[in-house]
């Protein structure tokens, strides 16, 4: 795990090559080992290293090929390095242990092919010193960010979008209004936007090759046309819950190779406990595992998490937080998490993160599991609501309107998720963080932009033909919400604190198989995650299992109306940045009141509203 940032200069070369130090110094926590920086011709490469596999400095980077034709630098881990090692075979002069120099030599021996090959979570770059050209690659998934610019005048990329204005001075900062417009609608940036117009992002699955002439984006990976495997229909469920652990176990099982001591995340839900009962059983020594504990019991796991800890046997530590505490990371927050996200649950994350790094420098997480297997309550919902598109669109219209006269927020909501026509609608109704208060959203915004729903429509163009709502939503949440929120979450809010998250329920083997698997075995009358949830009963008793779905989280909504409330009111304000950014001033008072008398909860539209303002008013002062 490191921090990246290089500069493509195509009209010279910054030979002081103090702007790639400035970048690395804004994302300094993401490689606390080791630091440095390549200049030769048109390009820099800086690398801020976090240790992990092969401490020595023979595996520092930037690293080269044996003739010094191609430069690389890895932000990362390739689990399965040694199997590829093994096929490229001991005619390469491998200097290093690690799997940095094998990423080098796949691509040696099969340029772009060689990412089909790679198990494991990375963004890295190659310079061809001959060719003077780049190639720049993201996993499968998106669990490592990479960021970058493109003109006639230079490309750069980082680990961070605050490091680019110091590889690119004078870099617009022109807000990107459409990028704003999903924000407000979904919490969260989604790739390839940025908040600036300047600044793209690395979709997920794609690489590009850049070059003086122009960059050229190719996507190599993706489960958008996996369709549904019948013969997996016809199977028993012994037969799936044998493939599925046999799956896991193999990933979970590489993910444990490091020569740094590995922990993992423990909520006491399925989905870590399932993870640390495979770590449990591979562990050579004593498994490691962390969660926070809350004084509101509304929001405390710790107990579930202890019940798992005894029962697995691992060495389980627990770190008791106040609410005070978690606003103490506020400064944290805003810092590190330097795009708009609204995704307040990164407050525990990034607690959990700063405990679990004072005992081990590698955790294992659960994430991912959720969106492969059907976790979320509304993947029912979504359901219900395709099956009523069956019936004709006038009776619906007609429904939708008596619902909206009546005195029930419920009613009103269900309202409006009737009228909409097709699964990426009903998906983007679903996630909206402001479908109950659309009003705050100025009309220049909402007349000039696309609504989310627009994006999704794009991609869900691309599904397997015969999907179901429920399994539409699934693959709008792998594609977009995964990475671009629950994954950006783990990555900065485990970087802050020099913490490398592995991801092994992401492993893309699970992912496709996973995509096949016919609806009944994820969604199953009330059951989320069903097939799933039958295989941590193998590890894990059900009584200790079976709870309601928590998922970290904190007291927002009391946080708004008592001690961020001086914080939030100066904010809101500025009607002037406001009505800048596209809000209707008037309308964000009106939800900003509404909440304080507790009329109504409006925690996740007033949260993602103040974290957008706070970041623009940051930006302009450092303009």
Same mark, same amino acid.
Request: include cysteine; glycine fraction near 6%; charged fraction near 25%.
């Given at each position: ?8 200069? #195509? ?12 970048? !690395? ?90 990412? *089909? ?12 010193? &001959? ?34 204005? *110091? ?53 190599? #990976? ?18 799936? !819950? ?18 740094? +001591? ?18 449990? %059983? ?38 008791? !937080? ?25 407050? +525990? ?34 359901? %219900? ?40 609608? @009903? ?61 950006? %979450? ?22 496709? #198989? ?13 059951? @989320? ?15 200790? !299992? ?44 009106? &939800? ?14 007033? #949260?993602?509203?103040?974290?957008? &303002?706070?970041?623009? %008013? ?6």
């Amino acid at each position: 795990m490191c921090g990246l940032a290089g500069l493509i200069s #195509w009209q010279g070369a910054d030979t002081e090559g103090a702007r790639l130090a400035a970048a !690395l110094d804004s994302i300094e926590s993401r490689g606390p080992d080791g630091r440095n920086i390549w200049r030769d011709g048109p390009c820099m490469l800086g690398h801020l290293r976090l240790a992990i596999i092969d401490l020595s400095e023979r595996a520092s980077q930037p690293m080269f090929s044996p003739d010094e034709r191609y430069v690389i630098v890895f932000n990362g881990e390739i689990y399965n390095f040694q199997e590829i090692r093994d096929r490229l075979g001991e005619q390469y002069p491998w200097r290093t242990q690690g799997d940095t120099e094998v990423i080098l030599a796949a691509y040696l021996r099969w340029g772009a092919e060689c990412l *089909h090959l790679f198990r494991g979570m990375f963004a890295f770059a190659i310079w061809d010193r &001959v060719e003077q050209t780049l190639f720049v690659a993201r996993d499968r998934v998106g669990v490592k960010p990479l960021y970058f610019h493109a003109s006639e005048q230079c490309f750069a990329f980082a680990s961070r979008p605050r490091a680019m204005g *110091h590889l690119v001075p004078g870099l617009s900062i022109r807000f990107d209004q459409q990028a704003l417009r999903y924000y407000l609608e979904s919490g969260y940036i989604p790739a390839p936007y940025s908040c600036f117009e300047s600044i793209r992002k690395l979709e997920p699955g794609h690489y590009l090759r850049v070059s003086k002439a122009g960059v050229e984006s190719h996507r190599y #990976w993706s489960i958008d046309e996996v369709a549904i495997d019948p013969a997996k229909d016809q199977m028993s469920e012994e037969q799936l !819950l044998d493939q599925l652990d046999a799956l896991i176990d193999r990933s979970v099982q590489l993910r444990l190779v490091s020569n740094v +001591p590995v922990g993992a995340f423990l909520s006491g839900g399925i989905d870590s406990s399932l993870v640390a009962a495979y770590m449990k %059983k591979h562990a050579s020594g004593d498994v490691r595992t962390f969660t926070i504990g809350f004084d509101d019991a509304q929001f405390d796991e710790s107990h579930h998490a202890a019940a798992v800890a005894r029962h697995l046997g691992t060495h389980h530590v627990c770190e008791q !937080l106040t609410a005070g505490d978690l606003l103490a990371l506020m400064p944290t927050y805003l810092a590190e998490y330097d795009e708009p996200f609204f995704d307040y649950s990164a407050f +525990p994350v990034m607690a959990v993160s700063r405990t679990a790094r004072r005992h081990v420098t590698v955790s294992l997480s659960g994430d991912g599991a959720d969106e492969a297997f059907g976790g979320y309550h509304y993947y029912r919902l979504a359901e %219900k609501l395709g099956r009523l598109r069956a019936f004709p669109s006038g009776l619906r219209k007609l429904v939708a309107a008596v619902l909206k006269r009546l005195p029930s927020h419920k009613l009103n909501l269900l309202a409006g998720a009737l009228s909409t026509t097709t699964a990426a609608d @009903n998906f983007a109704f679903m996630r909206s963080v402001i479908k109950d208060f659309k009003q705050v959203m100025g009309q220049e915004m909402a007349r000039n932009t696309e609504p989310l729903s627009a994006l999704f429509s794009r991609r869900a163009a691309s599904f397997a033909p015969g999907l179901s709502d429920a399994e539409a939503a699934m693959r709008l949440d792998m594609a977009y919400t995964l990475p671009d929120d629950y994954l950006q %979450k783990v990555d900065v809010g485990s970087m802050a604190f020099s913490l490398e998250a592995r991801e092994p329920l992401l492993d893309h083997t699970i992912l496709e #198989w996973a995509a096949s698997l016919p609806l009944k075995w994820k969604v199953r009358g009330g059951i @989320n995650k069903y097939l799933l949830r039958q295989l941590a009963y193998r590890y894990i008793p059900r009584e200790i !299992l079976d709870r309601p779905k928590m998922g970290f989280g904190v007291p927002m909504a009391s946080w708004l109306r008592t001690e961020l409330r001086p914080w939030a009111e100066q904010l809101l304000a500025d009607e002037a940045t406001l009505t800048r950014i596209g809000l209707d001033h008037a309308q964000v008072m009106r &939800v900003w009141n509404e909440h304080q008398t507790g009329r109504r909860d409006a925690q996740s539209c007033l #949260w993602s509203i103040l974290v957008l &303002v706070q970041f623009v %008013k940051n930006v302009e002062a450092q303009s």
